[in-house]
């Protein structure tokens, strides 16, 4: 009897392509260049044929256009979004995908802001809501293993479909159409943003860094943050608990005068190019996943130098390598926290040959004081993975990460309470959820409170709270963007129960109701409202 995956490799996968050969007008956005006329016919986009300075001036205009006039962080009110999205930001009528078609000192054109509203989100995706793609990811986890035949043949549209998303190696791509090796190389030639003025230099902000563990082989896709240096070279900015950083220090420890291969891929469709930002398992490929996403598998291209393989529909790729017994001040850099990040000590990048297409489009993004896309991006990832966090705890109703909360500073949790101490242990849960255990403060809170108000949160908060009681400090890992803990990736996080007390739980007096109007003298009010003339 066969294992699920040996079902999948054996059966499913060419069952799926088969699939894929009777849906071909069905595929997703073959590259980014699709994506953006789709963007322009929708009204979600703007050309600007003005020739504007990437040094700052870009950052500029994205603030003006990109930020929500109707969101200041602090304002301290619950906000619903667009198309019945809650907790976000509703962006004004001039929130544009913006294409920069002259950036000085450049012949590339620039892409940014191109995520940065939920409507766009939704067009990256190919779905009128999030909970589309939530709702997929929840009808493969609840696959069970097959215990007989027809539970099999019932399995099989999901395992066939699921055999079509693994990435295909083809011999060349788009991403080759121009190609150049060492002396040749000028990163320069791309209009990289500097974007705020204590910046250290021009930042790359929207790499796919590819690289491999040097034990066992697997691929890896991160999203980090590129310092140039000069024309062949840039900084890495491997974060202590990143999956980057840790290929690095395991190559380093079997040698450390050696170096390892990296890849850049910059600008590919939407689900691969925000691949690399995805929270998934280490032993899941992000390209595999991608192809889920895309509802279309990722076609990978062999690299000219190494053994790497990119998106053989990426703008442009960088390719080189890291030595591991190389480290350069990086920074600083005005961060998503809305601090710049200071210096410190990163791993260097050498870039060794440049691919891109021709008339490439070079994809960026601006990240500063919330909201920017990032939120956008961050929101799209927390509603889509929601069904995972429920799967491994059923008893989490909902979750929501204010754009004050820049991700890792904030989580408020809704749980059906089902025992005493409860609360306590889904904090524990979730300071032990992958990046998720960077939240600085979890408020757990009861289901039938909407955590997407954040007004109703806070009243409900501060009126369920006995602080010495109901607060909790624990000591963790904390990121690396992180300047006020007391020492580089580690410092404390608070958790604060904000549920009703029971009196298993030590609370010996009468919880009070909370003030409603009864229903019936409602419904007297709705049936004379006309005639008070208010």
Known sequence: MLEPLQFVLEFAVPVGWWLRGLREEELAYRDLREFVKKLEREGELKRVRTEVDPNLEITEIVQRVGRDAGHEPGGGRG?????GHPGMAVPHEGNFALLFEKPRGS???????????VRRMCLAFEVSELDEVAARIRGFLDMQSPAGLFDKIKMLPKLAELGSFFPKTVKTGDCKDVRRHGNDVNLFDFPILKCWPQDGGRFITFPLVFTRNPE???R???MYRMQLYDERTT?????????????????RAANPEGRIPVAVAIGADPATALAGMLPIPPDLDEMMFAGFLRRDPVEMVPCETNDLEVPANAEIVLEGYVNL????????????????????????????????RKDPIYLTTVVGPPPQEDFYMGYAVERVFLPVMKMQYPEIVDVAMPAEGIFHNLMIVAIRKSYPGHARKIMNAIWSLGQAMFTKVIVVV?????IHNFSEVVWKTLCALDPERDVQFVF????????????????SKMGIDATRKWASEGFTRPWPDEIRMDGLTKAKIDAIWKSLGL
């Not at 012949?107 to 509203?117: A, C, H, K, M």
């Not at 900084?235 to 190559?251: L, S, V």
Request: proline letters at 4%; charged letters at 25%.
């Open 476 to 491: 963790g890992p904390t990121d690396t963007l992180d300047h006020a803990a007391r020492i580089h990736d580690y410092g």
């Open 235 to 251: 900084g890495m900015h491997w974060q202590t608990q990143k999956h980057g950083a840790e290929h690095f220090r395991r190559a």
């Open 79 to 83: 906000l619903r979004g667009q198309s």
């Open 107 to 117: 012949r590339v054109p620039l892409l940014v802001n191109t995520f940065g509203s």
């Open 446 to 450: 009861d289901h039938d409170v909407d």
């Open 325 to 356: 017994n190389e480290m350069r001040t990086e920074g600083p850099f005005g961060d998503h926290t809305g601090f710049y990040s200071l210096e410190g000590e990163f791993p260097v990048f050498h870039v060794e040959c440049v691919t891109h």
């Open 220 to 222: 890896n896709v991160g």
């Open 216 to 218: 066992t082989g697997k």
